[in-house]
């Protein structure tokens, strides 16, 4: 949309942006000797306001996104440059070669927005209860029996079992509404689980699929008959989305104040992607993810020789520059004089941070801290190489403490924290000292604090069968919350040691999978580059280990001897600086190592303040949007896809995921 639009590359369809500060467009034809290239331009066309008696846009009537036509809206310049020529111009039907080639470089570009706006509309697909449905001897309802539900007088949100036809109300929601539970109660005595709502069903819909109207006909009921007089589980779905205030306008009405610049950019929703956006809001605003993404590669583009579309840090740094710079957060003004962004599409990163993932590759909704938890590890193995994950910012260890309740004795060992930190009686523990079956007491506290300490509360749980939200407010202290209470201390000195029986040795051999170490061996690589792909890959899998070597090919060690034990510590948090000037003082490496692992982050206080946190704005995992508020410059921000606001009230107190710094 730029003024000097973007260059496409006619050999391997790259594109480059064209300016004197900018240049991949340049950068690439140095890399790749690819000379042609066909710059494009668009041009907003000006759209007329509409006038007093012209009808209002169409409402929304089904649960999914229209494809937004853009051909209406632009109109596109081409023309065709050679690099090879000092970037002379030539006119597109110059050759006949050229004016097909652009040609079909426009349409992929209408096809590929064509193949982002995937409708969400709800799929139904069969299952085996469906397809193996065994009924009762056909009969006919009589009006009165479908009147209400068999067990009480309920006659709204009934449903009929397709197998034996009995008529029963639905769940009872934790509001008192719906039902009074007995269809469901029906299902647990009989086991028949296919029921159909009735009300729902007309001749319009998709009762002629799946057998649902040779079902039906089995009790009398003719589809082609049918009116619609309830509404549908896709339209009540509809129907709370519709409720979300997505307004940008505080509880007093007032319009919260656009922002615009360096880190105040937006993301445009590609469908569904409001999870992934309000987590990258958050992780952009951290030191380590700005200073290795956008800082230590800066100059990447130009040396890179991998496809842009699927080198990680090619696109990560793209996403940092877009967040970052400022060069994409401009104002423009709409119909009604309010200022406002579009946001930059995060298209490539989520096509390769979603590559071969069963969820993530999809245009469905996500939760947003697994879509984190991903985020993470992919990082991790990404980086696993550099030594320069910004990720490491959110580990840390915990310390669990067992303590036999018969002999008093205590065992160490440290893991992730899984549980709420908290004190818990174990019945049946086998001590290795008693030898015998008693009762111990657990509890788990963390002996290293992070620098960013992600909390993920408990917002969702099944009620009733039904996953429901539980909107239970979170109060924070208006200071640093000091954590200090919550560190392990370790063994006492009144204590002993149970023996380590039970915990694995701190030096295990490593081991490989046999299956993935075959299947990297068929394609050409050694045995020894197989198993260090592996180990620097975390063990997940041969595809995932065949993209590191094919990123590694050059790496200096690539063929050095593996190490032969594993360490149940991660030395990655040690970095080799810290070891250096220890060693400089006369202590040995492993000692240096030893002490630094004891001691990395665990000096207090370990005082925290909120830096972001993501909202979840819906009633439960099936619907909803994702929104971050960011702290920035002393105000809280507010990141709404690609609406960029200041906002004085954020409900952090009804949070779906907190990132919280550690104040230094």
């Known amino acids: 949309d730029g003024p000097e639009g973007v260059d496409v590359c006619l050999t391997c369809f790259n594109g480059g942006c064209t300016g004197k500060e900018r240049h991949h467009a340049q950068t690439h034809y140095q890399l790749s000797g690819h000379p042609l290239a066909v710059n494009i331009k668009r041009v907003l066309i000006q759209q007329q306001k509409r006038t007093r008696g012209t009808p209002p846009p169409p409402k929304i009537s089904k649960l999914g996104i229209e494809e937004e036509n853009e051909d209406s809206k632009y109109k596109y310049v081409t023309q065709v440059r050679c690099y090879g020529c000092t970037g002379k111009v030539m006119a597109v039907d110059g050759t006949k070669k050229l004016e097909p080639l652009v040609n079909a470089v426009l349409s992929t570009l209408s096809s590929a927005k064509q193949s982002e706006v995937k409708a969400w509309s709800e799929e139904i697909t069969p299952c085996e209860h469906t397809l193996c449905l065994v009924q009762d001897a056909p009969k006919n309802l009589q009006q009165q029996d479908l009147a209400h539900c068999a067990n009480c007088e309920l006659n709204e949100n009934l449903w009929l079992c397709l197998s034996c036809g009995n008529l029963g109300c639905g769940r009872k929601q934790y509001d008192g509404s719906g039902g009074n539970n007995h269809a469901i109660e029906h299902f647990h005595a009989t086991g028949h689980g296919v029921n159909c709502k009735l009300g729902t069903i007309t001749p319009e ?29 896709t339209e009540l779905q509809l129907e709370q989305n519709m409720k979300f205030d997505f307004s940008m306008t505080t509880e007093d009405g007032k319009q919260l104040e656009p922002q615009f610049g360096p880190g105040y950019t937006g993301l445009k929703n590609l469908g569904n992607s409001c999870y992934m956006a309000s987590v990258l809001q958050s992780v952009f605003n951290l030191r380590s993810f700005k200073h290795r993404y956008l800082d230590e590669l800066n100059d990447h583009a130009s040396v890179c020789t991998n496809d842009p579309a699927g080198c990680w840090s090619c696109q990560l740094h793209k996403i940092a520059d877009g967040l970052l710079s400022g060069r994409y957060s401009q104002p423009t003004v709409n119909n009604e004089g309010v200022p406002s962004q579009k946001g930059i599409p995060p298209t490539m990163f989520k096509s390769l941070i979603g590559k071969g993932h069963e969820e993530f590759s999809t245009m469905r909704q996500q939760d947003a801290f ?14 696993n190489v550099s030594n320069n994950d910004p990720s490491k910012v959110f580990d840390f260890t915990t310390e669990q403490r067992l303590q036999c309740m018969k002999c008093k004795k205590a065992v160490d060992f440290y893991e992730c924290m899984d549980t709420f930190v908290k004190e818990e009686l174990v019945d049946g523990y086998e001590c290795p000292r008693c030898r015998e079956k008693t009762t111990a007491s657990r509890c788990v506290k963390f002996s290293t604090f992070p620098e960013i300490l992600v909390i993920n509360p408990r917002r969702f749980a099944f009620v009733n069968w039904v996953p429901q939200k539980l909107n239970i407010p979170i109060k924070f202290p208006t200071g640093p919350m000091n954590l200090d209470k919550y560190v392990s201390q370790g063994q006492q000195s009144d204590e002993d040691l149970l023996p380590d029986d039970m915990s694995a040795s701190s030096n295990e051999e490593i081991s490989f999978n046999d299956e993935d170490i075959q299947q990297l061996q068929s394609m050409g690589f050694s045995e020894n580059r197989c198993k ?18 094919f990123e590694h090919m050059d790496d200096p060690d690539i063929d050095d001897p593996l190490p032969t034990t594993q360490s149940s510590t991660n030395d990655s948090e040690i970095s080799l600086d810290q070891i250096q000037s220890l060693q400089e003082m006369g202590f040995s490496a492993d000692h240096a190592k030893k002490a630094l692992k004891e001691t990395v982050n665990a000096k207090p206080p370990f005082n925290y303040i909120v830096d972001s946190f993501i909202s979840h704005k819906g009633t439960s995992v099936h619907c909803g949007h994702y929104v971050s508020h960011v702290f920035k410059n002393g105000k809280w921000t507010l990141f709404n896809d690609n609406k960029v606001a200041i906002t004085p009230t954020p409900p952090i107190e009804e949070a779906y995921l907190y990132f919280l710094r550690r104040k230094d």
């Open 205 to 233: 819909g998709t009762a002629g699929k799946d057998r649902l109207a040779a079902h039906l006909a089995n009790w009398g009921i003719n589809v082609a008959s049918q009116t619609k007089t309830e509404k549908s589980m």
């Open 370 to 383: 697994e879509f984190f938890q991903y985020l993470c590890k992919t990082t991790q193995q990404k980086e």
């Open 532 to 549: 260090r792909a592996l180990l620097a890959t975390g063990h997940n899998g041969s595809e995932i280990a065949m993209n590191w070597m």
